[in-house]
Each structure stands twice: as structure tokens, then as C-alpha cells.
């Protein structure tokens, strides 16, 4: 279950790099989108436990509790479910496991850490204004987003490292593009000094550029700009400059949480290694864009053996190993060592 729908720009490669590993690990998926309403959760999870194809397991992404709902709703179904990407944030969750026995695990992103990552690699290549400091606009998510709160963390960990840089504002573009964009526009005004644009993701940043450019203005010259997402445009702005940053690779982790599933509803169950797994992101610029944009690549997703991740398939395998270079090395030769 996504939050958004397979058109997204983020989510997109989600589900492609999701339907790849299901057919090579020879599961069925079907795909449940909330479409910016997590109010249609309870009846999606609820259609899905009534139909013909009843779930054997659930993947979801938890935003404004959606999460929640699909945990309360698989347990009276006794249905096991795995949330990754977006957290829930309820206390009256629990830990997987701990309130609810088929809650049975959840896999993050390292949020705060590419929010920081991202912030450090902007400030470092920001130009001071007149007063001497760098100037930093930040554009977040969406309220009630464990990914907006953890970007914003990082942002401002990074802050407090960087006496140099100062914060001038941070809002809510709620993942929209068109949104940050008209604030830009505003803000710019406000700030016409500003150095350093960060973004919570590729898409604002997009948003933002379109922004500069009509008021005549050139990331790279007047500004840096940075976003988080490893999105197919924003690997593009990067090649080209638009872009100095974009932090990613989180958008592999529904199909590394399929894995698990698949080794769980075989009989291997994947809590000694934890039931709350973190994963890192890895800031692409273009220094390194040539290395990883292989993994971005949808005609290289059928060519990996997901198989090769699993215990189930690997009885040897003593630690589950999920991370972009793990990835990397599944890829046939040619290209995984492309360009590096």
C-alpha cells in the first residue's frame, strides 16, 4: 500500500523495483493506492481481506497513521503486515510485535541522516552574503510525515555544525511541487540573498528551479540546491547541474521488505536480526551519478536476482545485507561496474 499512486514521481520506482523483485522471488502483488487520502485506508485494507485474493501479508507505508489502521485491521484478520518507508508514530502501536503479534516488523530510511548528509554537502558549496552568513531556505514535506520530521532533524543537526549557515525559513510545500514553486517565489523576495535551497525532495526542488529560472536565477551561480528522493528527474537535474544533490535509494526498500516477508511466510522468521531495520541513503551528485545511475534504470530491475537476498534461498546467509551497494553488485556486470 502506497500513499500517493504508481504515477508518482518517488513511488513509481517503488512499485516497479517492487514488481520486479516479486516476479523474480515468484510472488503476486497487488498494488493499493491512498491517492493523497489516508482516509480511504480502512476501506482499501478492508476490500483487500474481503475479496477473492485475500493477502497472505501486507506492505505498507504509514502516513497520517494509515499505518495504524492497516495493523488494527490485518490483526482481527490475522494478516501479518510490514510497514516500511513512512513510520507510525502512534504510541499506542507499540513496537512490532509488542501490542500486536501480526505487526510483524518495519523497515526506515535513515531520514534524519539524509536530511543532514544533504544539508552539509549544500552549506559546504553555499556562498556567504553580505552580513557573511550562508543563507538557507528549507522546503519540507507534509505534516504528520515520520519523513518530513526526520529530514527536518537533519537539516537542522547540520545547522547547529555550521555556525556560518543561518536558517531564514523553513515551510511546508507538502510534497507538492507546484507549492514550492509559488513559495519560492515569495520567498526570494524575502531572502534575495539566499545561497543554499534545501529540499525535502526531488520533486520541490523541481518545483523551486522552475521558480528561479523565471526570475532569471541559475543554481550552481546564484544558488545551490539540493533534494532527496533519487528520482529519475532528479538524477536528470544533477547530470545537468540543475541539481547539486539528491539523497536516495529508499525507494528499494518495499522490495527488501518483500524479502523479508517472503523468508517470514516460509517459516524464517527475521527477528533476531531486529524487528525495526534502518537503512541508509546515499547522496548521489555528479561526481558520482555515472555509478549508481544503473539502479535507476528500470530495464536493469528484471536482470537482478533478488533471490540472492534471501535466507530461504541462501541457507548460508548469516546477515540479511540491504543497501545501495549491495544492489549494485546484483547487477550484471556490465552494468554495475559501468562508468564507476
Same mark, same amino acid.
Given at each position: 500500500?502506497?500513499?500517493?499512486?504508481?504515477?508518482?514521481m518517488f513511488?513509481?520506482?517503488v512499485?516497479?523495483?517492487?514488481?520486479?523483485?516479486?516476479?523474480?522471488l515468484?510472488?503476486d502483488?497487488?498494488?493499493?493506492?491512498?491517492?493523497?487520502n489516508?482516509l480511504?485506508?480502512?476501506?482499501?485494507?478492508?476490500?483487500?481481506?474481503?475479496?477473492?485474493h485475500?493477502?497472505?501479508?501486507?506492505i505498507a507505508?504509514?502516513?497520517?497513521?494509515?499505518?495504524?489502521?492497516? *495493523?488494527? @485491521?490485518?490483526?482481527q484478520?490475522k494478516?501479518?503486515?510490514?510497514?516500511?518507508?513512512?513510520?507510525?508514530?502512534?504510541p499506542?502501536?507499540?513496537?512490532p510485535?509488542?501490542?500486536?503479534?501480526?505487526?510483524?516488523?518495519?523497515?526506515?530510511?535513515s531520514?534524519?541522516?539524509?536530511g543532514?548528509?544533504?544539508a552539509?554537502y549544500?552549506?559546504?558549496?553555499?556562498?556567504?552574503a553580505?552580513?557573511g552568513?550562508? #543563507?538557507?531556505?528549507?522546503?519540507?514535506g507534509a505534516?504528520?510525515?515520520?519523513?518530513?520530521?526526520?529530514?527536518?532533524?537533519?537539516?537542522?543537526?547540520a @545547522?547547529?555544525?555550521?555556525?556560518q549557515?543561518?536558517?531564514?525559513?523553513?515551510v511546508s510545500?507538502?510534497?507538492?511541487?507546484?507549492?514550492a #514553486?509559488?513559495?519560492f517565489?515569495?520567498?526570494i523576495k524575502?531572502?534575495?540573498?539566499?545561497?543554499v535551497?534545501w529540499s525535502?525532495?526531488d520533486?520541490?526542488a523541481?518545483? *523551486?528551479?522552475?521558480?528561479?529560472?523565471?526570475?532569471?536565477?541559475?543554481s550552481g551561480r546564484?544558488f545551490?540546491i539540493?533534494?532527496?528522493?533519487?528520482?529519475?528527474e532528479?538524477?536528470a537535474?544533477?547530470?545537468?547541474?540543475?541539481? #547539486?544533490?539528491t539523497?536516495?535509494?529508499?525507494?528499494?526498500?518495499?522490495a527488501?521488505? @518483500?524479502?523479508?516477508?517472503?523468508?517470514?511466510l516460509?517459516? *524464517?522468521?527475521?527477528?533476531?536480526?531486529?524487528?525495526r531495520?534502518?537503512?541508509?541513503m546515499?547522496?548521489?551528485?555528479?561526481?558520482?551519478?555515472d555509478?549508481?545511475?544503473?539502479?535507476?534504470?528500470?530495464?536493469?530491475?528484471?536482470?537482478?536476482?533478488?533471490?540472492r537476498l534471501?535466507?530461504?534461498h541462501?541457507?548460508?546467509?548469516?546477515?540479511?545485507?540491504?543497501?545501495v551497494e549491495t544492489?549494485?553488485k546484483?547487477l550484471p #556486470?556490465?552494468?554495475g561496474?559501468?562508468?564507476?
Open positions: 500500500m502506497i500513499p500517493r499512486t504508481s504515477q508518482d513511488y513509481g520506482p512499485v516497479g523495483f517492487l514488481q520486479a523483485a516479486a516476479k523474480n515468484n510472488m502483488i497487488e498494488l493499493l493506492e491512498n491517492d493523497n489516508h480511504s485506508t480502512a476501506g482499501l485494507v478492508e476490500d483487500a481481506l474481503q475479496g477473492d485475500r493477502p497472505d501479508a501486507f507505508v504509514s502516513v497520517k497513521e494509515s499505518g495504524f489502521t492497516t *495493523v488494527k @485491521l490485518a490483526e484478520a494478516v501479518p503486515v510490514m510497514i516500511e518507508n513512512g513510520a507510525i508514530l502512534s499506542v502501536a507499540g513496537a510485535r509488542e501490542h500486536f503479534a501480526y505487526y510483524i516488523g518495519e523497515m526506515l530510511p531520514e534524519e541522516m539524509a543532514y548528509e544533504l552539509k549544500l552549506i559546504a558549496h553555499g556562498k556567504p553580505r552580513n552568513k550562508i #543563507q538557507v531556505l528549507a522546503f519540507n505534516f504528520g510525515s515520520s519523513a518530513s520530521d526526520g529530514r527536518e532533524k537533519g537539516l537542522r543537526r @545547522l547547529l555544525e555550521f555556525p549557515a543561518e536558517l531564514k525559513q523553513i510545500a507538502r510534497w507538492e511541487p507546484e507549492t #514553486q509559488a513559495m517565489t515569495g520567498l524575502r531572502y534575495p540573498e539566499t545561497s535551497v525535502a525532495s520533486g520541490m523541481l518545483g *523551486v528551479l522552475k521558480a528561479a529560472k523565471a526570475r532569471g536565477l541559475v546564484d545551490v539540493g533534494g532527496i528522493d533519487w528520482s529519475a532528479g538524477l537535474a544533477v547530470r545537468s547541474g540543475a541539481l #547539486q544533490a539523497a536516495g535509494g529508499h525507494f528499494m526498500e518495499a527488501w521488505a @518483500l524479502v523479508l516477508v517472503h523468508d517470514y516460509a517459516g *524464517v522468521d527475521f527477528k533476531n536480526e531486529g524487528l531495520i534502518k537503512t541508509d546515499t547522496l548521489l551528485t555528479k561526481a558520482n551519478a555509478r549508481y545511475a544503473p539502479l535507476l534504470d528500470p530495464v536493469n530491475w528484471a536482470k537482478i536476482d533478488f533471490s534471501s535466507k530461504v541462501n541457507p548460508r546467509l548469516k546477515k540479511y545485507s540491504f543497501s544492489v549494485l546484483l #556486470q556490465e552494468q561496474s559501468a562508468k564507476r
